[in-house]
């Protein structure tokens, strides 16, 4: 393997903001510092990467992506969706249960670990809470966790029994890992294809009300005092989930949780021209929602931006508005969004998108620790100002369902670099 | 314009164009021989993914009045029922050589896709519970028959708000004609948020009959029970029936509307159809004539009509 | 022409109409909307004048007959009005100008629609050529050489070609 230099970037991670060239060598940080890349010049044995304005950062660390494998591999593998999270600066992320099969037992999270091996970003498996995700029975948390998944949700629904829920926190806190609650009351969202309010009214789309998702967020906080247990909240939607969280917080409650880029970036007003592609569950909600997400962001309160990346392919997804399946692609355009959008400083934004989320995660180890000699070689370098427009058919994505279509953003990843190995280098997938 | 989605793409402007042009064609409909050659050599086809045998019936005697072809595209017997997506159904249609497709369907917004991906005119038949504006054109038409203009008249829309295409066109269009508009329904039946809407709202029929110049009752759909949304139809009909008793706290010369088809002894009396101000087959006869208008400032006249 | 030309290029006209007729019995006039409306009117006043008959007076939009749908806009202008059966009557269409002929081709399928007329008639009060069909009007005010880009209004004021006042 030839060694890496990455030369002439800012370094920004946990610790700060700093100049700095960082030399890789045998998948680790071999040596990081002001000057140590001047004079270099690629070989056989050397790799110049150029970070000539841009920022090194450790790489970003998604919570929430969906890979589709096994089962829906027309909309998504494994394969291409991690190729699609290294050219979004992404050397984690976290690959949802809700595959068919569901990944509720040891064989299934082998045989995605397998599907994984050599893929262009390392994919974290979480498992389901119940088997198959049905909110029955209580999947084999135990045997799961000693296989290494810390993340256990039924994503895609939401645990609906309040007992079973409890159970299942209760369970989990013997195991040191962490449940992710899909937060949406069922029976109150029933039939719903968007937020309920002025848009769904004028539309005649059936609504779902934000109370759908803030009752379980209410639920689950009470079952975490009442168990102690952790809780991570997907996806929060609403003004009042926010709220919800900062206050159990100040309790000093056990909860996290993150917030997808389209709810602090798109309103429901998008669904006037009936284009599924802004289907979407949470669904997009109104202005004053995607103000306190962004807020709430802003304060820290959300913990992380994760991308609920949903990939559907176009025959399913070109369907009758309520009868087309939620979900966009979220994994090439996050980071771009989260710097053209969010008016916070990089470091914070990093913070969003890769450190803190890694805590979640459980590989804070791997990823998202600061750059340090000897630390392990998972960064992403990206150039702040570069100014590009979101094409649908660039994507690396199997799938088309983004909703930025034509969008003009600013910034975006140069090079990648998993375990040492670039993963993209100029903007390019290197497989 | 090339497309009929919703009312708002007319306009008052737009409405009023339509209307005069009505005119025409409804005296086109009562000749001997009612039909006329505008259209002859295009093509009108009805795709409709919800079965409205009188909706579908207006259109192709519409159309046939105006000498265009048409084809009927029957959802029940078709590869719709063999899983063909609605967009591949949709381009086998066009690649006929169509001039104009009428869409009605069950989902709000098949409409305006299906727009996106033909090159033929698209006319609303009804979307869900979102729009149906050619319905909401021939009551415009019958109330201006009636009562001459639609300007300062208040008309009051009954029943089920919530679920009815036929309201919230029926809003856009009385009031851009400068009605005045009372929406009565029992608080579930309403939408879930009225911002934006140019409408007063009642729970109260009684208090609202003396005030208005037509009271427009929507059909009362009998699974609305089973969604927790009424205890019972009868107590639907005892607080929002239009029964007998209850018409005569109507003003003299108010008009009954219905877009059919009704259910007698719900939310309307079964002897109030017979008043003479009930102008529900008016409607009916209209719609034939309005819908002439509409493919033909769609297909014939070559004229933009953008509001 | 002025309007005492009009006055009495339709005072003509009517005894043309009812020599040709041999009377008024079975007459009607029917108006293409929207020129030759009031000329139709007049011309039903002459007659009554004349022959002290009330003559039938109709009116006739063209527009859904006419053979450039959807080449240019072509609505229709005012609401036909044919409150007679024509069927074995003697039919004058009456119009302002004839040109191209093409409005009279419409107007005939158009009349057909309202039943079988004996005899169809042309009355203009302009006929400025330029046909492009083999019609020929029956009764005519005036013969007007024009160009054919000129436009010819008709009015009870009289006759214009772009703003000049033509003189007899």
Request: with cysteine; aromatic share 4%.
């Amino acid at each position: 393997m030839p060694e890496l230099l990455i030369v002439g970037g800012d370094l920004v991670d946990e610790s700060g903001r700093r100049r700095g060239d960082v030399l890789v060598r045998d998948g680790a940080i071999a040596a990081v510092g002001e000057g140590i890349g001047d004079g270099a010049a690629a070989g056989p044995n050397v790799t110049v990467l150029d970070a000539g304005g841009c920022i090194v950062a450790p790489g970003l660390v998604d919570l929430h992506a969906h890979l589709r494998q096994p089962g829906r591999e027309e909309a998504e593998t494994i394969e291409t969706g991690a190729r699609a999270a290294a050219l979004g600066g992404y050397t984690a992320i976290v690959a949802m249960p809700n595959t068919e099969p569901a990944i509720d037992s040891p064989g299934i999270v082998r045989e995605v670990r397998d599907l994984a091996a050599g893929v262009a970003c390392e994919v974290l498996v979480a498992a389901a809470i119940t088997v198959g995700r049905r909110g029955e029975q209580l999947s084999p948390m135990a045997e799961l966790a000693a296989l290494g998944v810390r993340l256990f949700t039924d994503d895609g629904n939401g645990v609906q029994d309040a007992r079973l829920m409890r159970r299942a926190l209760e369970y989990a806190s013997g195991l040191d890992i962490t449940l992710a609650q899909h937060c949406e009351d069922e029976i109150l969202a029933a039939g719903g294809h968007m937020h309920e309010g002025e848009w769904s009214s004028r539309l005649g789309i059936p609504g779902i009300p934000s109370e759908a998702e803030e009752v379980m967020v209410m639920r689950d906080i009470a079952l975490s005092r009442l168990t102690g247990g952790r809780v991570h909240f997907l996806h929060l939607s609403t003004a009042r989930s926010v709220a919800l969280v900062a206050a159990a917080k100040a309790e000093g409650l056990r909860i996290t949780a993150e917030a997808a880029p389209h709810h602090f970036t798109l309103t429901d007003a998008e669904v006037a021209a009936f284009d599924p592609v802004f289907k979407v569950n949470p669904p997009l909600r109104s202005r004053a929602d995607v103000d306190a997400v962004r807020a709430g962001l802003a304060a820290g309160t959300i913990d992380a931006i994760a991308t609920d990346h949903a990939p559907h392919a176009p025959e399913v997804k070109e369907a009758p508005f309520d009868q087309a399946p939620p979900g966009m692609l979220g994994l090439e355009t996050a980071l771009a969004l989260a710097l053209t959008e969010l008016d916070l400083p990089i470091e914070q934004v990093l913070g969003l998108l890769s450190w803190r989320p890694a805590v979640i995660a459980g590989c804070r180890a791997d990823h998202g620790g600061p750059i340090l000699e000897g630390g392990p070689a998972n960064l992403c370098v990206i150039d702040p100002e570069a100014a590009w427009v979101v094409e649908p058919g660039q994507l690396a994505s199997r799938s088309r369902n983004t909703p930025y279509a034509g969008r003009k953003l600013k910034g975006r990843v140069r090079h990648t670099i998993l375990a040492g190995t670039p993963t993209v280098r100029d903007g390019e997938a290197q497989q | 314009m090339k497309h009929l989605l919703s009312i708002s793409d007319l306009g008052a402007d737009g409405i009023d164009e339509v209307m005069r042009i009505t005119d025409s064609f409804v005296e086109v409909s009562e000749r001997a021989i009612p039909k006329v050659p505008a259209l002859r050599g295009r093509t009108v086809v009805s795709l409709f993914y919800e079965d409205s045998t009188r909706t579908r019936l207006s259109f192709e005697t519409a159309a046939k009045r105006l000498s265009a072809d048409t084809m009927n595209f029957s959802v029940s017997t078709s590869s719709v029922k063999k899983g063909e997506s609605l967009r591949d159904t949709v381009e086998t249609i066009e690649a006929m050589g169509i001039d104009a497709v009428v869409v009605r369907h069950g989902s709000s917004g098949v409409p305006w896709q299906v727009a996106q991906w033909v090159d033929a005119s698209v006319i609303n038949g009804g979307d869900g519970w979102h729009e149906h504006p050619t319905q909401a054109l021939l009551d415009c038409y019958t109330i201006r028959q009636r009562l001459g203009s639609l300007e300062g008249r208040h008309v009051a829309i009954v029943g089920d708000i919530k679920h009815s295409r036929v309201a919230r066109s029926n809003v856009l269009a009385f009031t851009a004609l400068g009605a005045e508009v009372t929406l009565v329904a029992p608080p579930t039946l309403m939408p879930p948020s009225l911002a934006g809407w140019p409408v007063t709202v009642s729970h109260d029929l009684d208090q609202v009959l003396p005030k208005v110049d037509a009271v427009y009752l929507l059909r009362m759909q009998k699974e609305r029970m089973t969604e927790a949304l009424l205890p019972s139809l009868r107590e639907y009909t005892s607080g929002y029936g239009l029964t007998m008793a209850r018409s005569n706290l109507l003003p003299e010369g108010a008009l009954i509307m219905h877009p059919g088809p009704m259910n007698r002894g719900v939310e309307i009396g079964a002897d109030v159809t017979d008043l003479p101000n009930t102008v529900i087959t008016k409607q009916v006869a209209n719609g034939v004539a309005v819908r002439m208008a509409v493919l033909y400032l769609l297909l014939g006249s070559g004229a933009d009509l953008v509001a | 022409m002025d309007p005492d030309d009009v006055r009495r290029a339709i005072t003509r006209i009517s005894h043309e109409i009812v020599e040709r007729n041999q009377g008024l019995a079975h007459v009607v006039l029917v108006g293409l909307q929207t020129g030759g409306v009031p000329l139709a009117g007049m011309l039903a006043e002459a007659c009554h004048r004349i022959e002290g008959v009330e003559v039938p007076v109709g009116t006739l939009d063209v527009a859904f007959y006419r053979d450039d749908i959807g080449l240019r806009p072509v609505l229709p202008e005012a609401v036909t009005e044919m409150t007679f059966d024509i069927t074995g009557k003697m039919v004058v269409l009456v119009d302002d100008v004839l040109f191209t002929g093409r409005t009279i081709r419409a107007a005939l399928n158009a009349l057909n629609d309202y039943g079988r007329a004996k005899s169809v008639q042309l009355a203009v009060m302009i006929d400025r050529g330029h046909r492009e069909l083999p019609i020929r009007p029956d009764f005519v005010g005036k013969n007007l050489p024009t160009r054919r880009d000129e436009m010819v209004d008709v009015s009870a004021q009289g006759v214009m070609i772009g703003d000049v006042v033509v003189k007899p």
